[in-house]
């Protein structure tokens, strides 16, 4: 495994396949598709900025790089994707095998170039979009978060508030001595240039006769903008004053029925906002929404309190009548969000469903953070948003208007991007027919992030057989360069590129390099983003199915055994653990929809699209540690045996960090041993999974919940329901102080019986 995170913390890259099936057909009987789990702008401290332009290859734009073949007598260059012999211009005339520039350095196949130092930076712009359809604790609670937010913005980021309910209310900032508010119906579509008309934006300066009106540049006074859009420390005042005297939405709501929540109008109404203002540049729409949308396009259920929220059911028999309506509406409003330029983040803080299965797509798209809570109260909300304006050592590094490209050898076709990013539409003769994800395009627009934001590239060979095996290729290298164009969040436009090479191999006798070369996390989380976006776009798909299916031919192309003797089954060390974690993956909450909402779902699934391989792979398979006085913190198997009486266990689902207490550890604490001077050991051995877990949830963005239980008590479930059922009620009693699961699921030992048995059929 180490040599793969080497990799990773050279480029940011992880592959579940690192010597690469080099033909069609030996690809798809791989499996897993040939693909590549990469973060574009992970921070490496090692890594050179330079302050210049990129050489470019005339023929296709890809940048020069360690693995470029130069001749340095002639000044020439050629360009490993499509052989084109290129010129250095005059500033590189003193090069040489001695004196290389930065970008040809074997060790730099990740550089980033900053030539952006005569530009004037543009401000970051922030929108805060509110619901105050709450209770008044709830609005309480959003209230003081949102003060000590404004407290951590950068001083000259510019800042506007909307706050909706059965009517958007856009607030003027700019004029504090008297607070004015300007009035949208909920129910009513507005359109850009309704908005600049109601909003006066005109009064001044006659509106112009043609053209996009878009900002200082095109038609709009600045004066006229500041009313809505001020610096932060400008208007601090003016703000909190707003915010202190914000109320519960007034309208009555009758007894049998849901209040008049606008929220799809209130966030369109910000889009046309900002695309009016500040195209172009790096702004947010920050949503805080406190219950289900009612009013408007994008409405999820009607007022009457008769009508249920939809869920996964009605979803699957397609009877939920406001779904696909409202998810058109979102889609509307990303592709209008997206050639802004501009973001959309949601905090969603109800115990009923907001609608994120919704406003999923716009929030995706646009390369949004998303932060789902059971109240504004609780600390997965008010942490999160703190660390979204955090700065130090876990700031999130938000970066916004980036372009992603990417270039490959001429036998790799893209066939798109799972992950948080839109298509360009840029068809080129990169991209596949076949269409995964956001696909048909050789660039991507990412409107936001961040130093973890991850993508999933997944690719397709397309070179034929060889026929005649005695002809060796030239070269048995394909090679892959990411360019990411993006405003570092310090302002400053940067473009980062990452080239990488990788062997490929076709032809009898390949098992052994392709074993060599297998990254079983990587593949595991390819997987995983594979079976939700299948989930989600394939009609009448079985998760389960697709996924023992893909199990069982990998272990019969990649075991060894006799046939149909399933005692002779072995799989390499490459290989061991992936049926493991794709035993976990069909019981996690990815695949299995039972017990969650739509949007609980559709949460897990943007944040696993988002997310890293090391922290994907907690997600699919959670890590636990035992705390006992007989050894220090070890790991323990993620198993019903590992629970025992005199054991803590620490459980960490990614989603959320469980402290576990034994029922003899439970009965101690409970008796108050931890506070006597003689049992000091105890004390500690409490506070060590505590101190763990805090340092779990202070390097996690968002927040995860922490659940401290007790063996036998009703939150135990949190660590039960990820546990290997092998010890469940109807079979042998469990150890002493053990546990069994209440479930009729297969245990592990089971389920890898039956793969063995049909692995070698």
Same mark, same amino acid.
């Given at each position: 495994?180490?040599?793969?995170?080497?990799?990773?913390?050279?480029?940011?890259?992880?592959?579940?396949?690192?010597?690469?099936?080099?033909?069609?057909?030996?690809?798809?009987?791989?499996?897993?598709?040939?693909?590549?789990?990469?973060?574009?702008?992970?921070?490496?401290?090692?890594?050179?900025?330079?302050?210049?332009?990129?050489?470019?290859?005339?023929?296709?734009?890809?940048?020069?790089?360690?693995?470029?073949?130069?001749?340095?007598?002639?000044?020439?260059?050629?360009?490993?994707?499509?052989?084109?012999?290129?010129?250095?211009?005059?500033?590189?005339?003193?090069?040489?095998?001695?004196?290389?520039?930065?970008?040809?350095?074997?060790?730099?196949?990740?550089?980033?170039?900053?030539?952006?130092?005569?530009?004037?930076?543009?401000?970051?712009?922030?929108?805060?979009?509110?619901?105050?359809?709450?209770?008044?604790?709830?609005?309480?609670?959003?209230?003081?978060?949102?003060?000590?937010?404004?407290?951590?913005?950068?001083?000259?980021?510019?800042?506007?508030?909307?706050?909706?309910?059965?009517?958007?209310?856009?607030?003027?900032?700019?004029?504090?001595?008297?607070?004015?508010?300007?009035?949208?119906?909920?129910?009513?579509?507005?359109?850009?240039?309704?908005?600049?008309?109601?909003?006066?934006?005109?009064?001044?300066?006659?509106?112009?006769?043609?053209?996009?009106?878009?900002?200082?540049?095109?038609?709009?006074?600045?004066?006229?903008?500041?009313?809505?859009?001020?610096?932060?420390?400008?208007?601090?005042?003016?703000?909190?004053?707003?915010?202190?005297?914000?109320?519960?939405?007034?309208?009555?709501?009758? &007894?049998?029925?849901?209040? *008049?929540?606008?929220?799809?109008?209130? #966030?369109? !109404?910000? =889009?046309?906002?900002? %695309?009016?203002? /500040?195209?172009?540049?790096?702004?947010?729409?920050?949503?805080?929404?406190?219950?289900?949308?009612?009013?408007?396009?994008?409405?999820?259920?009607?007022?009457?309190?008769?009508?249920?929220?939809?869920?996964?059911?009605?979803?699957?028999?397609?009877?939920?009548?406001?779904?696909?309506?409202?998810?058109?509406?979102?889609?509307?409003?990303?592709?209008?969000?997206?050639?802004?330029?501009?973001?959309?983040?949601?905090?969603?803080?109800?115990?009923?469903?907001?609608?994120? &299965?919704?406003?999923?797509? *716009?929030?995706?798209?646009?390369?949004? #953070?998303? !932060?789902? =809570?059971?109240?504004? %109260?609780?600390? /997965?909300?008010?942490?999160?948003?703190?660390?979204?304006?955090?700065?130090?050592?876990?700031?999130?590094?938000?970066?916004?208007?980036?372009?992603?490209?990417?270039?490959?050898?001429?036998?790799?076709?893209?066939?798109?991007?799972?992950?948080?990013?839109?298509?360009?539409?840029?068809?080129?003769?990169?991209?596949?027919?076949?269409?995964?994800?956001?696909?048909?395009?050789?660039?991507?627009?990412?409107?936001?992030?961040?130093?973890?934001?991850?993508?999933?590239?997944?690719?397709?060979?397309?070179?034929?057989?060889?026929?005649?095996?005695?002809?060796?290729?030239?070269?048995?290298?394909?090679?892959?360069?990411?360019?990411?164009?993006?405003?570092?969040?310090?302002?400053?436009?940067?473009?980062?590129?990452?080239?990488?090479?990788?062997?490929?191999?076709?032809?009898?006798?390949?098992?052994?390099?392709?074993?060599?070369?297998?990254?079983?996390?990587?593949?595991?989380?390819?997987?995983?983003?594979?079976?939700?976006?299948?989930?989600?776009?394939?009609?009448?798909?079985?998760?389960?199915?697709?996924?023992?299916?893909?199990?069982?031919?990998?272990?019969?192309?990649?075991?060894?055994?006799?046939?149909?003797?399933?005692?002779?089954?072995?799989?390499?060390?490459?290989?061991?653990?992936?049926?493991?974690?794709?035993?976990?993956?069909?019981?996690?909450?990815?695949?299995?929809?039972?017990?969650?909402?739509?949007?609980?779902?559709?949460?897990?699934?943007?944040?696993?699209?988002?997310?890293?391989?090391?922290?994907?792979?907690?997600?699919?398979?959670?890590?636990?540690?035992?705390?006992?006085?007989?050894?220090?913190?070890?790991?323990?198997?993620?198993?019903?045996?590992?629970?025992?009486?005199?054991?803590?266990?620490?459980?960490?689902?990614?989603?959320?960090?469980?402290?576990?207490?034994?029922?003899?550890?439970?009965?101690?604490?409970?008796?108050?041993?931890?506070?006597?001077?003689?049992?000091?050991?105890?004390?500690?051995?409490?506070?060590?999974?505590?101190?763990?877990?805090?340092?779990?949830?202070?390097?996690?963005?968002?927040?995860?919940?922490?659940?401290?239980?007790?063996?036998?008590?009703?939150?135990?479930?949190?660590?039960?329901?990820?546990?290997?059922?092998?010890?469940?009620?109807?079979?042998?009693?469990?150890?002493?102080?053990?546990?069994?699961?209440?479930?009729?699921?297969?245990?592990?030992?089971?389920?890898?019986?039956?793969?063995?048995?049909?692995?070698?059929?």
């Amino acid at each position: 495994m180490s040599e793969f995170l080497d990799l990773e913390s050279q480029d940011g890259v992880r592959m579940p396949w690192n010597v690469i099936p080099g033909t069609k057909q030996e690809s798809t009987n791989s499996v897993v598709p040939v693909s590549a789990i990469y973060t574009p702008i992970k921070p490496f401290p090692s890594m050179p900025v330079l302050p210049y332009a990129p050489l470019r290859c005339r023929t296709c734009r890809s940048v020069l790089n360690p693995f470029s073949t130069v001749d340095y007598a002639a000044k020439i260059w050629i360009c490993p994707f499509c052989f084109t012999r290129n010129h250095f211009p005059p500033h590189y005339a003193s090069i040489s095998d001695e004196n290389l520039p930065a970008e040809l350095f074997p060790q730099y196949t990740t550089i980033e170039y900053d030539s952006s130092l005569e530009k004037p930076t543009t401000p970051p712009v922030f929108i805060f979009v509110v619901d105050t359809c709450m209770i008044e604790e709830e609005l309480s609670f959003l209230k003081s978060a949102l003060s000590q937010a404004l407290g951590l913005l950068p001083d000259h980021s510019l800042v506007g508030l909307i706050t909706f309910g059965t009517f958007v209310h856009v607030h003027e900032l700019g004029f504090s001595s008297v607070p004015k508010t300007y009035i949208f119906k909920g129910s009513k579509e507005v359109n850009k240039d309704q908005l600049l008309e109601q909003m006066s934006f005109f009064l001044k300066k006659p509106k112009p006769t043609t053209g996009v009106i878009a900002g200082p540049r095109d038609g709009l006074s600045t004066e006229s903008i500041a009313r809505f859009l001020l610096p932060a420390s400008d208007c601090e005042f003016a703000l909190n004053s707003v915010l202190e005297e914000l109320q519960k939405d007034p309208w009555p709501v009758p &007894a049998d029925q849901r209040a *008049a929540r606008c929220t799809s109008t209130a #966030l369109s !109404v910000a =889009a046309s906002l900002l %695309g009016a203002c /500040v195209p172009g540049s790096g702004a947010r729409i920050m949503a805080f929404i406190g219950g289900p949308s009612t009013e408007g396009q994008g409405a999820i259920v009607s007022k009457n309190l008769s009508e249920p929220i939809r869920s996964h059911k009605d979803l699957d028999k397609d009877s939920a009548p406001h779904f696909h309506k409202a998810v058109k509406f979102f889609e509307g409003l990303s592709k209008q969000l997206v050639h802004q330029g501009h973001v959309l983040d949601l905090f969603a803080c109800a115990l009923d469903q907001v609608g994120i &299965a919704e406003i999923k797509i *716009a929030v995706e798209r646009t390369g949004g #953070l998303v !932060v789902l =809570a059971e109240s504004f %109260g609780h600390s /997965v909300f008010k942490d999160s948003l703190k660390r979204v304006f955090q700065s130090g050592d876990y700031e999130l590094g938000l970066s916004s208007n980036g372009i992603f490209e990417i270039n490959c050898s001429k036998d790799v076709k893209v066939q798109g991007i799972i992950g948080p990013c839109a298509s360009l539409e840029k068809k080129g003769p990169l991209s596949s027919d076949t269409v995964v994800g956001q696909g048909s395009t050789s660039a991507w627009k990412m409107c936001g992030l961040d130093k973890a934001t991850s993508l999933c590239l997944i690719f397709e060979i397309v070179k034929k057989e060889i026929p005649d095996a005695t002809v060796q290729p030239t070269s048995n290298q394909f090679y892959f360069q990411f360019l990411t164009y993006y405003q570092h969040s310090s302002g400053q436009m940067r473009l980062r590129v990452t080239t990488l090479s990788r062997r490929w191999v076709a032809g009898p006798g390949i098992l052994q390099d392709l074993i060599a070369g297998f990254d079983q996390e990587a593949a595991a989380v390819v997987m995983a983003r594979l079976v939700s976006f299948k989930m989600e776009t394939e009609a009448e798909f079985d998760p389960i199915r697709w996924l023992d299916k893909s199990l069982i031919r990998m272990c019969a192309r990649f075991g060894d055994y006799q046939k149909d003797s399933p005692s002779s089954f072995s799989l390499s060390p490459r290989f061991s653990i992936f049926p493991q974690f794709m035993f976990h993956l069909r019981r996690s909450q990815f695949v299995q929809v039972f017990n969650n909402s739509p949007d609980e779902t559709a949460y897990f699934r943007m944040i696993l699209n988002r997310e890293n391989v090391a922290n994907s792979v907690v997600m699919i398979q959670p890590s636990l540690i035992s705390y006992s006085f007989h050894s220090g913190p070890e790991p323990a198997l993620l198993d019903v045996a590992a629970i025992a009486a005199d054991r803590i266990l620490l459980l960490d689902a990614y989603f959320t960090v469980v402290i576990f207490h034994g029922s003899t550890i439970a009965q101690w604490r409970k008796a108050g041993y931890q506070d006597l001077p003689e049992h000091q050991a105890f004390a500690q051995l409490l506070q060590a999974p505590r101190d763990d877990g805090d340092q779990i949830i202070k390097e996690r963005f968002p927040v995860p919940r922490l659940v401290i239980c007790d063996q036998h008590g009703s939150q135990a479930r949190f660590l039960l329901a990820k546990l290997n059922p092998s010890a469940t009620y109807n079979n042998e009693a469990p150890l002493p102080g053990g546990d069994v699961i209440f479930t009729d699921d297969v245990g592990f030992e089971v389920f890898l019986d039956h793969l063995q048995r049909l692995a070698v059929q």
